[in-house]
């Protein structure tokens, strides 16, 4: 990865070492404490230059190289995310409103989004519009110089605390059903959007339906051009495409393990030491397919096969190593358990095997992601 | 660490995969079969031709990614030869290969060749090794032998990683030609009136099978990448490898078989002899479960290299 990438390793781990409390479990608890941890530590690293490190320098960032910002992404998803939401304003929402959004909405948006001050929700999931997202209902229709929005949004992750909604909506029919659709950036705010929290197991925040009444927008909330909106979705996909480095967390818990457990390690069943090991290869399999596909991408190479082979790998090491994780923290000793690493290791196991059922369902899931390579190992030569 | 093998080692494999096909591709192993005391002499001009055995992989960096690149296409056709063994052989001793091999039972797929063989215990005891008489028909033994041992010194540990490793890239060329043959075979044979390549439940067999297969290819560059700097844990990293590539043959292998059908245990298709030929790789000197069982005690409490290792 090289030498600078090494150094804003150390760089983050000190930062969250001294602001992150080790107890953290994320932003998105019942503990609006943990909210706050997070928009402090969003605002520590926008004073360090950290937050959007990977944004060109005119928008305020460091045109950071593909292997700083994996670093970063591994750094923030082993701790738990300590930027909170921010993570999606500054990974996919700025550098898309970079490149589609009007001279203003740039101004109005990316200032915010590089302060760590928005959080932002996406709007795409429908009940009947999950994969299968072209198939979306939520529409805008004509209304006086601008549209009104009906319909309902689900699965929306921060949505109740999120202050600007990106959505998108039809509004008009095409021949094909990924025609017709439109981008609009709406205030959370406005007058008709509802937001109603579904309780679900990974925790509060995680899951919400949106429903719009009626909701007002305008031609300057569009964003990019009218109907044109799949395009700028498969570009938001493409930012998101080598995803969350789930691998990261993996290992620092895998890790963990041992320390936490003390002599009563060794007298662990040594199958479960065994699959201890094998999932602490597997996360290296991981990590080195995903430095794959980001090598790839760097040289300007694009192989939609070898990036869904890795998320494919990644999403099933979370689930497998969440299960070797808890089959230890059950045979690990309560008086173990009692010290302050071993209450940390077994919140932080039992969040991540919460959180982990989720990872083959989320951000494409993984049936989405064997159609991909499928659709790549029969098109390519032999 | 580069994540593929250099572009000259690129070229190299290519070259020998060619070369293999040209002097006979998946007719080498079953003349071997049919005729196995001819087996070093059907294998002998094509390997003079790559000059495989000036390759020098213990003391040069680009030798050792050209002996690597070697195995994969060996293992693409399923040679039954121990290329990787013989380009793993000892700097210091007067042996034409090296074998790495159980405490237990010492064997290995080496017999009838004549050739002079080190052994090494996973914890680095050596010996001269004599190939006995087969286990059985290769058909049945894939040229396996038990080995005779005359103990020599503990002086191997560092073999160990590499007689590991190279071997792992052999089983890497296998699951390269068992996905494409499973992918080839998928995508002409018909069944209800449409290839079998459209059904859903072929292609999901397929991605386990490459996902598999693609985890093995950057877990061996890794493995080789430790072994060429020498690192310390070089032996973990060949046992996670060695792990790794196992349970992807596994399920590589079943998922070949699987969508071949019937047609796929017939010797008139090349996957029949791959399979078979797969076995001693696989089984030898360390069996899956014995695998990880060495990894994990290898590991005890520090873990893998990686992002959050001590």
Redesign the interface.
């Known amino acids: 990865m090289g030498p600078r990438a090494a150094a804003l390793r150390t760089e983050l781990r000190q930062l969250v070492k001294e602001h992150v409390p080790p107890d953290f479990m994320g932003a998105f608890t019942d503990d609006p404490a943990d909210l706050a941890i997070a928009q402090r530590f969003c605002r520590v690293l926008a004073d360090e230059g950290l937050l959007c490190l990977a944004w060109p320098e005119e928008f305020g960032g460091r045109g950071a190289s593909a292997w700083e910002q994996t670093v970063v992404r591994e750094e923030m998803w082993a701790h738990h995310e300590p930027r909170g939401a921010q993570y999606m304003g500054v990974n996919w929402v700025g550098p898309t409103i970079m490149r589609h959004g009007t001279p203003r909405q740039q101004r109005e948006h990316l200032p915010r989004i590089a302060r760590g001050e928005v959080i932002w929700c996406q709007g795409f999931s429908e009940p009947d519009a999950g994969s299968d997202l072209a198939s979306l209902r939520t529409a805008a229709r004509p209304d006086g110089d601008g549209w009104r929005v009906h319909g309902q949004k689900i699965w929306t992750s921060y949505a109740t605390m999120a202050q600007w909604c990106f959505l998108l909506a039809r509004t008009a029919k095409g021949e094909k059903k990924q025609q017709g659709l439109t981008i609009f950036l709406v205030p959370m705010s406005a007058p008709g959007i509802e937001v109603r929290p579904i309780p679900c197991m990974m925790g509060p925040h995680h899951l919400n339906e949106v429903y719009f009444d009626g909701v007002r927008v305008t031609e300057a909330d569009v964003l990019g051009t009218l109907d044109q909106g799949w395009q700028v979705v498969q570009e938001v996909l493409a930012f998101e495409r080598v995803g969350i480095a789930r691998y990261a967390r993996c290992e620092r818990l895998l890790l963990a393990a041992p320390a936490v457990l003390g002599d009563q390690w060794e007298t662990l069943p040594g199958e479960l030491r065994g699959r201890w090991a094998r999932m602490l290869t597997h996360c290296r399999r991981a990590r080195l397919l995903a430095y794959r596909v980001i090598s790839m991408q760097s040289e300007g190479r694009v192989s939609p096969g070898d990036t869904a082979a890795y998320r494919i790998a990644v999403t099933r090491l979370d689930q497998e190593s969440a299960e070797v994780l808890m089959e230890i923290l059950g045979l690990a000793s309560p008086s173990g358990l009692d010290r302050p690493d071993g209450r940390w290791f077994r919140l932080e196991a039992e969040d991540h095997w919460r959180y982990s059922q989720a990872s083959t369902v989320a951000s494409g899931s993984i049936e989405m992601q064997r159609i991909l390579l499928a659709r790549a190992l029969l098109k390519a030569p032999s | 660490m580069n ?2 093998l250099s572009l000259e080692a690129l070229e190299y494999g290519r070259l020998a995969q060619r070369a293999l096909e040209a002097a006979g591709g998946d007719q080498l192993v079953q003349r071997a079969e049919r005729d196995p005391g001819r087996r070093a002499d059907i294998m002998a001009p094509v390997f003079a031709e790559l000059g495989a055995w000036e390759l020098n992989p213990r003391g040069d960096a680009d030798d050792l990614e050209a002996a690597a690149a070697l195995c994969r296409a060996a293992g693409y056709w399923g040679l039954g030869y121990p290329v990787a063994e013989r380009l793993a052989r000892p700097a210091d001793l007067a042996a034409d290969g090296l074998v790495v091999i159980a405490a237990e039972r010492p064997a290995a797929a080496v017999s009838g060749l004549g050739l002079r063989w080190t052994a090494v215990t996973l914890d680095g005891r050596r010996s001269m090794a004599v190939a006995g008489d087969p286990y059985g028909p290769p058909r049945t033994a894939a040229f396996t032998a038990p080995l005779d041992l005359e103990p020599l010194d503990d002086a191997g540990a560092a073999d160990v990683a590499l007689g590991l490793v190279l071997p792992c890239w052999t089983l890497l060329g296998m699951l390269d030609r068992a ?2 043959l499973a ?2 075979h ?2 002409v044979r018909e069944q209800f009136g449409q290839r079998l ?1 459209a059904f ?1 439940g072929v ?2 067999q ?2 386990d099978a ?2 598999e297969r ?2 093995v290819e ?2 061996a ?2 493995a080789l990448w430790s072994v060429q700097a020498g690192l310390p844990e070089a032996l973990d990293d060949a046992l ?1 490898l060695r ?2 590539a196992l ?1 992807a043959a596994e399920v590589t292998f079943r998922v070949a078989h699987q969508l071949h059908g019937a047609i796929g245990f017939c010797d008139e298709l090349p996957l029949s002899w791959l399979s078979r030929y797969s076995q001693p790789l696989r089984r030898l000197p360390l069996g899956l ?1 014995a695998t ?2 060495a ?2 005690s290898g ?6 290299t ?4 001590a």
């Open positions: 994540i593929e996905v494409d992918r080839g998928v995508l390549s859903q292609q999901f397929l991605t490459e996902v693609g985890g950057v877990l560059k890794y996670a792990m790794a349970e479960s990880r069982a990894l994990a590991l005890g409490r520090r873990g893998l990686g992002l959050f290792s």
